[in-house]
């Protein structure tokens, strides 16, 4: 069984940081791509940014330059520094991870738990 626990959201004024970060426990084989998506109030869940397993990187251009992924394969772990936070910004961000959890299964997604990030104007 795999388990993603996300932490890092909370509540920050525009033009703050706050550094989001997700871990993997459980049975883990192999660990392909992840990112990070988010939905705000009455809005469909939108990807943010990726990250492939040799660290290639994409970004949705609203948060181009002011976001930043990255993994520590040796933790199971994903994170997210945001800068330059805008209210626009404001949303549930979930973490998704590509996990083979044993040899010979193919790759399955799955999803924290979603971590609520509020930037006041």
């Known amino acids: 069984q795999v388990q993603l626990v996300e932490s890092g959201g909370g509540l920050v004024q525009a033009g703050g940081s706050l550094r989001l970060s997700c871990a993997a426990s459980?049975?883990?084989?192999?660990?392909?791509?992840m990112g990070w998506y988010r939905q705000a109030p009455g809005k469909q869940r939108e990807l943010v940014a990726g990250?492939?397993?040799?660290?290639?990187?994409n970004y949705a251009d609203s948060v181009k330059g002011r976001f930043t992924i990255s993994r520590d394969n040796a933790k199971n772990t994903l994170y997210l520094q945001m800068s330059s936070l805008k209210p626009e910004d404001t949303g549930v961000y979930y973490c998704?991870?590509?996990?083979?959890?044993?040899?010979?299964?193919?790759?399955?997604?799955?999803w924290g738990q979603g971590t609520q990030v509020t930037v006041s104007s």
């Open positions: 459980g049975s883990i084989f192999s660990i392909n791509a």
């Open positions: 998704n991870f590509q996990i083979k959890p044993y040899v010979g299964n193919r790759y399955r997604d799955y």
């Open positions: 990250i492939s397993s040799v660290s290639d990187t």
